[in-house]
């Protein structure tokens, strides 16, 4: 059999014990720092494939690889982080776990906190939530908490409850979400054997830009991989404080996951681009709807919109004439498509092609084959 | 750092060359019966948790796990045969890949066709489809043939197509399906050392417990596992073929990816069963939705509804006083819950549960911390 698509070594590797991926605590504990002791709360996150996008190759001139994160367990990259945080939780004694948040944040910890048994709580400002995006937390069975405030408020209170109860705050502000954020840099380095010459990637809140430079700079300190990638963020172009050097403040983009006007991890994200060589840049909405389209119908790979806004990118500095010959370049695209189906469909406007009689020949004309 | 939940063994295991997932085709190909030199169209898939329910271990006294195949690419184990499928149609020069099919099997079919860079057609009977049931296949590009007749009409022109053009048919006939979700079995023996005592899936079309049965039993031959599992298959009780022992025309559940009147592995599945000494029986959809709750909320798990049916069996057959003491429990939950969130919705009457002003003492007392 070939295996022409991939770079692994396929034979003569000497076999573990199990070939199954155990979540990213088991798999990388001893590069986590986090407290000696501390129990492993799993549902198998991590170990996401990395898979080698033809099309991106073609337009860019690079060698572009997609880190496909929406194949976590709750359908994004937050899992990573949210493993981590919620077993040191529960290993310091937490009851309940709290975020405010009202996407895919509240969606891990809800899961991990059912996992863990322990309380899921979330704070959101009153009457501004859509149901909808908060199904997954609700699903999992989380209090959810409608704050008489803003979200502002509702971080204040979340610290509060951190501060005087057995709550554990799993915001961005815990440190240990990045811990387990920074692990998807490892597997890419154990997949390409090296680091990639670039890492392209959405930025939001920008704690996995922050994450992914910490990850690679410890693959590189360890000799795991002996270079750092250049890292460049996208943000959308009507919620991009990054690019503008200044927080927004009615941020605005049909990618929910990154409509954020203030980063919580905006020092360490700056620091990213500026050591790393990369910068930040934007796009407009109608070029990460494309993308997102893009994507799933060249290279079978649906994510949430936010998710497309490292492709978008991608496609953006193509047809300015950008050209990554003889580079290897990872794109993580971070949530799964079908967190949002309704964005992804509202841009087609006829789904269903051709209607056809019963018959063989008139089915064969229909699809274009007689 | 403990590892109580995991029985692998964690030390002295020797390096694979990586230890990232590779996907089925190269982590099992010699294990697979497909031609020799065909080509790997793989997305990631496979690799899936197995993950401890402690939840449905202490309901049932056994040692109960989950096989998780909702963290495939398209979210469902549909992929594991798909990969397969698109893999051998490619390697034999189709041009195009058609299925009979309004939901997994349509998306994961569009998903590896837009991977490989053929054409996927769908044939559905006119005006019977929900738009949204396609989305996923809408989104990997395929074009959609809406045929003047029933379903059957659409498998015969499918089977049509593939006897005169130069297309693939991937529906559950295509004997390639079978060797690719075969792979779930191997993975589970890899984890666990050996096959569970028994295995615990939903019942729709009846391939999947046909494809474990068929990997359980070559395990055993390999000499991978020692034993074989019994093999139990539940059904929607408005859609029990296989309880009832003939066809049902007009099946009816709310569990829609299990809504098959007449399985197309009918006697393979049969053969499963009396060759394990296990049986087909039914849930409602009232315990379908009752268990996949409980699932997400209790194990962080969130399925899709089918594939609570399997969860439903285990807490029916606990309220009947059946015990599992001492024994090994897989159960398959085949999607992401992702998949029909409105379903999961409507079973909850309040989406919010409380009201508080922006105060930290006030959020103690409605999460009943103070």
């Known amino acids: ?59 860019t001139g690079g060698s572009v690889w997609l880190k496909v994160e929406g194949n976590n367990p709750t359908g994004s990259f937050k899992d990573r982080g949210m493993t981590v945080a919620l077993s040191v939780a529960v290993g310091e ?99 390409l054997g090296d680091a990639p010459d670039v890492h392209v990637l959405p930025t939001g809140n920008a704690g996995n830009i ?59 994200a700056v620091e990213a681009a500026r050591a790393s060589g990369g910068r930040f840049r934007a796009v407009s909405d109608e070029q990460i709807l494309h993308a997102q389209r893009e994507l799933a119908s060249s290279d079978g790979v649906f994510v949430e919109p936010a998710s497309a806004a490292g492709v978008a990118g991608l496609l953006l500095e193509a047809a300015e004439g950008v050209r990554y010959d003889g580079q290897r370049v990872v794109v993580t695209v971070t949530g799964h498509g079908l967190k949002d189906i309704d964005t992804a469909l509202s841009t087609f406007t006829d789904l269903v092609d051709t209607v056809c009689d019963a018959d063989v020949d008139a089915a064969a004309a229909a699809a274009g084959l007689a």
């Open 1 to 59: 059999m070939s295996t022409q698509t991939s770079p692994h070594p396929t034979s003569a590797a000497p076999a573990r014990a199990t070939r199954q991926w155990r979540g990213v605590i088991e798999e990388y504990g001893d590069r986590l720092d986090i407290p000696a002791g501390t129990p492993v709360i799993s549902l198998g996150e991590g170990g996401t494939p990395l898979v080698e996008s033809a099309w991106l190759s073609e337009v």
């Open 93 to 191: 004694g937490a009851e309940a776990v709290v975020c405010a948040s009202t996407g895919n944040t509240s969606a891990a910890m809800a899961a991990y906190a059912a996992k863990a048994r322990v309380k899921p709580l979330v704070l959101v400002p009153q009457g501004k939530i859509a149901a909808g995006k908060l199904a997954q937390a609700i699903l999992h069975g989380a209090q959810v908490i409608m704050v008489r405030g803003n979200f502002d408020d509702c971080l204040r209170l979340s610290r509060g409850l951190a501060d005087d109860y057995p709550v554990a705050l799993v915001n961005s502000v815990n440190p240990m979400r990045l811990q387990g954020q920074k692990t998807a840099s490892f597997e890419i380095v154990d997949v």
């Open 210 to 268: 922050s994450a992914y430079w910490l990850g690679y700079r410890e693959s590189l300190s360890s000799g795991e991989s002996r270079k750092l990638p250049v890292m460049r963020g996208w943000q959308a172009a009507g919620s991009a404080p990054l690019v503008q050097g200044a927080p927004v403040t009615d941020p605005e983009t049909v990618a929910s996951a990154i409509r954020i006007g203030n980063p919580a991890s905006w020092d360490l």
